[in-house]
């Protein structure tokens, strides 16, 4: 079945203890894409992902990290959490990064809690 | 900045009855895409509709259909003959390029049986 997985789907940790959110996807897509949704904002862009070894910013990238060292995967790292990272967090992914052509493809999502 | 906009908040429709999310957008660009997500409570988002900027004709998926108003930088989405499993929240979201998917702030749709 092709899809977007993350884990773990919940987790509640506390202030600077480093998490990652695991993202994998089986459908050899090149484009990945991190979000956050926060009530009354919608979704946020992270961070993205071109192809293996290219990424780059999108809106809210400050306190997070992300690599990219192979093509099914896209790691979200958080080095030192803080309560204002507690969020709902999404990672996506497409064929290609132009989305008229490609449908985007979102995990489950993962509930962060930073106490 | 580029935004978009849901006015509404929440919105409910009484069961087979036919109901009307609105989203406004604001965008320089010649070129883009605009969307409709459905987040039901698994929080799963799932691909609604989508429309590219160039075609004139309203994208229609089934029950779902969009009002595409290029000038006016508009973008509803109808719901005809409303289900109970209709009930989640929805988002319209733009993507100006390969890069920059910008979404609403959703609209809760409530179903009455």
């Known amino acids: 079945e092709a899809q977007v997985t993350q884990n773990p789907r919940y987790l509640i940790t506390v202030t600077g203890k480093k998490l990652t959110v695991t993202c994998s996807q089986n459908?050899?897509?090149?484009?990945m894409s991190w979000y956050r949704q926060d009530p009354g904002l919608g979704l946020r862009q992270i961070y993205y992902?071109?192809?293996?070894?290219?990424?780059d910013k999108g809106d809210v990238p400050e306190g997070y990290k992300v690599s990219r060292k192979e093509k099914r995967n896209f790691p979200l790292i958080l080095e030192s959490p803080s309560p204002n990272q507690t969020s709902l967090y999404f990672c996506?992914?497409?064929?290609?990064?132009?989305?008229?052509?490609?449908?985007?493809?979102f995990g489950p999502g993962t509930r962060l809690t930073v106490t | 900045a580029q935004t978009v906009t849901q006015s509404q908040p929440e919105m409910s429709v009484q069961e087979a009855e036919t109901v009307t999310l609105s989203c406004t957008y604001d965008?320089?660009?010649?070129?883009?895409?605009l969307f409709w997500y459905k987040q039901p409570p698994s929080r799963q988002m799932i691909l609604v509709i989508r429309?590219?900027?160039?075609?004139?004709q309203n994208a229609t998926e089934n029950r779902f259909s969009v009002n595409f108003q290029k000038a006016a930088k508009s973008f509803s989405l109808k719901i005809s003959d409303s289900q109970l499993g209709d009930a989640a929240m929805y988002f319209c979201?733009?993507?100006?390029?390969?890069?920059?998917?910008?979404f609403g702030a959703g609209t809760r749709l409530t179903v009455k049986p």
């Open positions: 996506a992914s497409s064929l290609l990064g132009g989305w008229g052509s490609s449908e985007q493809y």
């Open positions: 965008t320089s660009e010649s070129d883009y895409y």
């Open positions: 429309q590219e900027a160039y075609k004139q």
């Open positions: 992902s071109m192809n293996v070894e290219v990424t």
């Open positions: 979201a733009s993507a100006y390029n390969n890069n920059d998917m910008r």
């Open positions: 459908m050899n897509h090149e484009y």
